[in-house]
C-alpha cells in the first residue's frame, strides 16, 4: 500500500506564487513516475506534470515555463513550483504515483485557487 499527501495549496492572487509537496509513504520499493494532475470545476482531470525515476519531465503546454516540478528520491517527494499563477490555474491539484502494473496511486487533493 502507498499513501500519498499533498500539501501547499491555497489562495493567491493572479501571478503569484505556490509550492506544493507530495509526500509517499507505505510499502513499496520504487515509485517509477511520480507527478501532479489538476480538476478544475466541471471539467476532466488533467495532466500538469510527471517526473521519472530516470529524471524525465513532461509539462502539459498551458504550464510551460510557469510550473516547474522537482522530485526527492531521498524523500520520496515530489514538488511543484508555480509560478506566475492565473485564475484559469484554478482547480484541485491531485498528486499520482505510478509503477508499471503494481502501482497506480493518488492523493486527497490539495485546493488551489487563483484570484484576478
Known amino acids: 500500500q502507498v499513501r500519498l499527501v499533498e500539501s501547499g495549496g491555497g489562495l493567491v492572487q493572479a501571478g503569484g506564487s505556490l509550492r506544493l509537496s507530495c509526500a509517499a509513504s507505505?510499502?513499496?520499493?520504487?515509485?517509477?513516475?511520480m507527478g501532479w494532475y489538476r480538476q478544475a470545476p466541471g471539467k476532466q482531470r488533467e495532466l500538469v506534470a510527471t517526473?521519472?525515476?530516470?529524471?524525465?519531465?513532461t509539462y502539459t503546454d498551458s504550464v510551460k515555463g510557469r510550473f516547474t516540478i522537482s522530485r526527492d528520491n531521498a524523500k520520496n517527494t515530489v514538488y511543484l513550483q508555480m509560478n506566475s499563477l492565473k485564475p484559469e490555474d484554478t482547480a484541485v491539484y491531485y498528486c499520482?504515483?505510478?509503477?508499471?502494473?503494481?502501482?497506480?496511486?493518488w492523493g486527497q487533493g490539495t485546493q488551489v485557487t487563483v484570484s484576478a
Open positions: 499520482h504515483g505510478e509503477e508499471g502494473s503494481v502501482l497506480d496511486a
Open positions: 517526473f521519472t525515476s530516470g529524471g524525465t519531465t
Open positions: 507505505g510499502t513499496f520499493t520504487r515509485i517509477n513516475v
